[in-house]
């Protein structure tokens, strides 16, 4: 017999049980990616919807002293319609047009996150993301098709940010969920750092594909992510595994079948009965005993999808620290969101780089955001303290901010560098939180295993945090034409205020140092 070649012995030393966990946490990967491949063009765009064409040395405030110098010499200029970009962005007025569109799609997100969370409890978790892929494919390509019906009313495209908001808020709590049931808590931050690169890998992969349609036809800017989402959920209609128990693996014990029936569960239990037999010989044959078929009727008093009833809303919130990490999360993520939004923009405007480059260096912060979460994880795996983790990369996020808004006139070598250091320290945080934290907190000990808390939980702290994220764009469309730098003041200002929410969960965190990890602090995996 000849022997199995290496790949097909390879193949074979893992378990069933393990290729499933492998094919849960690749396919959840690239359907979230996905989300944020979709999400990305807005910004590649925003350098195009408006070009800086009124005059040809027209120069952008970096301070408020430049604005007070600047703005008169400008205030004469008369924008030629027809040049400077795509009505009704072709105005002055510009910056606050593009902020109302991501507050439009932020603003929609964050509210339709609370509500996400819960219905994706009630609901199959495969068919509710599938839906909302397809959903959000479809609003992302009508953004684009505004270009080639030469559209420019502003309320068509903000009821489609509005729209895609909405929709969007599937993603979330449904693959989290998802992760959530498949991997255990051990090595956790690990496994979601390096699994929470999606963000970054998404935005990267959607400033690409945006900036290659930009500058020749905006529109498949848009159209070519959202054909990409919604094959993306027919794949997961087809292919994702929501909970362990959906499959039996010759690894798994043997399960007894049960049918529920009216809130009784109907046990099918094979049992041997030894009945009335003479005592065997020792050197004789083994006797065989009857089969009987015993029907056990148990009352199920938590009927449902997985045998537990769907936390509440309040509920959700009385778990410890889920109020603490939220509200962190939600100056967190206004800080990476304003980069995710404004970003290439900044850098078309200081750096005067048209919109294609700009998108591509702007990817540089997305790339340290996968290094920065990957090394949140597995500090807080080894330290055993999620809240200190993020509490010093929020403390080091805030004097990173200010080098960068001064260096990134000097040259495109230290943008590089900065922008590099500033995905790591601002996204390190927000990968945690949403991730890791998340997963411990849904999975909390107060739950008494409720496998059902994790999509709430989870629902809770990123919309919490995404409000930070709709606010954030749009104080930096209304802060920007009066200087950059006053941008980059309040994104300091809100990694101080992050710190100070968890400040409270870090104190506990340090005086159990010497504590052994079962008597941590209570918000803790256990």
């Known amino acids: 017999m000849a022997t199995l070649p290496p790949g097909i012995r390879f193949c074979l030393s893992f378990s069933k049980d393990q290729w499933f966990r492998a094919l849960v946490l690749f396919l959840t990967y690239l359907l979230y990616c996905s989300f944020h491949l979709s999400r990305k063009p807005i910004t590649i765009v ?14 952008e405030p970096h301070s408020f002293n430049e604005f007070v110098i600047l703005k008169p010499q400008q205030s004469s200029t008369v924008h030629n ?42 609901l199959p978790l495969r068919y509710f993301l599938s839906c909302g892929m397809v959903a959000s494919g479809l609003f992302t390509a009508l953004f684009g098709l505004g270009y080639f019906y030469n559209i420019h009313n502003l309320t068509y495209y903000i009821i489609i940010q509005v729209m895609n908001g909405l929709v969007q808020t599937t993603g979330w709590p449904s693959v989290i969920t998802c992760i959530g049931n ?43 992510p959202g054909v990409i989402i919604a094959v993306m959920g027919l794949i997961c209609f087809l292919f994702l595994i929501e909970h ?20 009784m569960k109907i046990q099918n239990q094979i049992l041997k009965a030894q009945e009335s037999y003479p005592e065997k010989n020792m050197l ?38 889920v109020v603490e990490f939220s509200m962190c999360l939600l100056f967190a993520k206004l800080v990476s969101y304003t980069f995710l939004f404004w970003l290439p923009l900044y850098i078309t405007s200081v750096g005067h780089m048209d919109a294609r480059h700009a998108g591509d260096l702007s990817t540089l912060f997305d790339v340290g955001g996968i290094i920065g979460g990957i090394l949140a994880g597995v500090i807080s795996d080894k330290s055993h303290k999620r809240a200190t983790t993020c509490g010093l990369m929020l403390l080091f996020a805030a004097p990173t901010l200010y080098f960068f808004s001064a260096v990134s006139k000097t040259g495109p070598a230290s943008t ?49 945090g995404s409000v930070g994220a709709a606010l954030g764009p749009l104080l930096a469309g209304l802060l920007s034409p009066y200087g950059w730098h006053n941008v980059f003041f309040m994104l300091m200002m809100s990694d101080a205020f992050a710190l100070l929410f968890l400040m409270r969960l870090i104190k506990k965190e340090l005086k159990c140092a010497q504590q052994p990890l079962v008597e941590q602090t209570e918000w803790k995996e256990h």
């Open 46 to 59: 925003k350098g195009e919807l408006h070009k800086h064409c009124s005059e040809p040395n027209e120069v």
């Open 81 to 122: 319609v027809s040049q400077c970009g795509w009505a009704p962005f072709d105005k002055k007025n510009y910056k606050q047009l593009l902020g109302a569109l991501d507050y439009s799609f932020l603003c929609a997100y964050a509210v339709g996150m609370y509500l996400s969370g819960m219905i994706g409890e009630r």
């Open 182 to 224: 498949w991997f255990g808590k051990g090595r956790r931050g690990l496994i979601m750092g390096v699994w929470n690169s999606h963000t970054s890998v998404g935005n990267i992969l959607g400033s690409l594909i945006a900036g290659f349609w930009v500058s020749s036809c905006w529109g498949m800017s848009f159209v070519v």
């Open 244 to 263: 362990p128990r959906d499959v039996k693996t010759d690894d798994s014990p043997l399960l007894i079948p049960k049918v529920s029936c009216n809130g």
């Open 284 to 321: 004789g044959p083994t006797p065989v005993y009857p089969t009987h078929h015993v029907v056990v009727l148990q009352k199920d008093h938590n009927f449902g999808k997985s045998g537990s009833p769907a936390i509440s809303f309040s509920g959700a919130l009385q778990i410890p620290g």
């Open 416 to 464: 590089m560098l900065m922008l590099l250091v500033c995905g790591a320290l601002v996204n390190g945080p927000y990968s945690l939180i949403t991730t890791a934290v998340s997963a411990d907190l849904g999975t909390h000990k107060s739950l008494k295993g409720n496998a059902h808390a994790l999509s709430t939980v989870s629902a809770i702290i990123d919309g919490t």
